[in-house]
């Protein structure tokens, strides 16, 4: 949106971040843009169903980024790891199950 | 069409909407705000499980506002359409129904 | 399965519960072999990516027949226990909304 | 952990699948008896919000055992995949995205 600087955070270059990162800023800021949607709609008193509507098609459009996100993370992070540090995978993997246990509510 | 007062903030006010209206509008403010955290994280490249993480308690957070216009309306029109309105009232159930099968993202 | 009769689906009776009870323990008995399915396949050691898809579909049968019989609920239970009770459907909205909350994982 | 033969689904088995198999199916025999719980109060009319919640706990404890199944493929197929053959690892990896997104019902 703004100027944005990305140090790249591991030596060569963000693995794969880069690649689907204006993909996830896009559908970022349309998330926002709905969220504030959905805070008008309750402001203006909106019939609640159609508010409904909205927060399942936000949380929908959320979900989606986060699978991006896992995905880049498996493909570059923990490939990468699992080639070069099997200790460090093995965090790395614990580290990913843990997420997927809060993606999945359990 | 009962007796429910509720003070409105915006001249008549849906019934029962208003009660809670302050609550939601103060939950989703602050979703707002985590919303443009995740679209800043992944612009400053920041680590993707930290903004997975981020991503999960916002969803989180939505479906928390969500349950509560749910609550409000099943306790209101819901409510207020099955005494007064047996044919009104089923497709007010209808609805309903549609609404949670979309929440529940079956 | 057993011996279950289903009265008339709209005066006596458990309301509505009967109306949709052979579709949905039709669904049950479909998920119940289907369960078996998964533990068979994970006993064979079947790749499990297949395995997770079989997880994925009983997942969603369920919440369905779920989905189902808040249906049902909602339309009688609630409906009645609104138009005889007011206090008791007070108490009925509580535990709808508790049962909801945990159908959303929240 | 290093060299992986994933041809006969019987007696070598595959790489850490033996090693949490005996725990999935545990797991998933006790899902198999609440899965016949649920039908059975369905059958016998029981009051809906407890078979909801009973639902509730058997799909959560269904997607827990996917969680466990997925963080095994991931460890042994994708990370042996990911050492031995990058192209297959390629293929490995869409397929487990292709799996997530069942999972989180995208």
Redesign the interface.
Known sequence: ?TT??????REPA?PG?TSH?PD??DR??K??GR??G??RM????R???D???Q??A???A??????G???????H???TA??ADPVH?EEK?D???L????????
């Open positions: 949106m944005v600087h990305h140090h790249a955070p963000p971040y990162k996830h800023l970022l800021h998330i926002e969220t504030r959905v805070t309750v402001a203006d008193d019939y609640r169903i508010v409904l509507t927060i399942s936000v949380t929908h959320l979900q989606q980024v986060a699978l996100l896992l995905d880049d993370h498996i493909r992070c923990i490939t699992t080639r995978a993997l580290e990913l199950t997420a997927l246990h809060r993606m999945l509510r359990l």
